[in-house]
């Protein structure tokens, strides 16, 4: 098992070699590979996004009379 210390030189050695736009980038798709792994366990999809129509209360109509 690594030590603090040790966890830390490997972070800074590999930060140096390929950047911190490319490691960024590893931990989100490694965080998005974590979360989909996560779903299928769980048996659960991702809920998708389903338009909703507005609900507008029914109103009795307006009598109007027009004036003459």
């Known amino acids: 098992m690594l030590s603090l210390p040790g966890l ?3 972070g800074v050695v590999v930060l140096v070699l390929f950047g911190r736009g490319k490691v960024s980038g590893l931990f989100g798709e490694i965080g998005k ?3 989909s792994f996560r779903r299928e366990v769980r048996g659960t999809e991702p809920e998708a996004e389903v338009p909703r129509l507005a609900v507008v209360p029914a109103t009795a109509p307006v009598k109007t009379t027009r004036g003459g």
Do not use: A, D, V
Request: charged letters at 0%; hydrophobic letters at 65%.
């Open 8 to 10: 830390l030189i490997i």
């Open 33 to 35: 590979g974590i979360s």
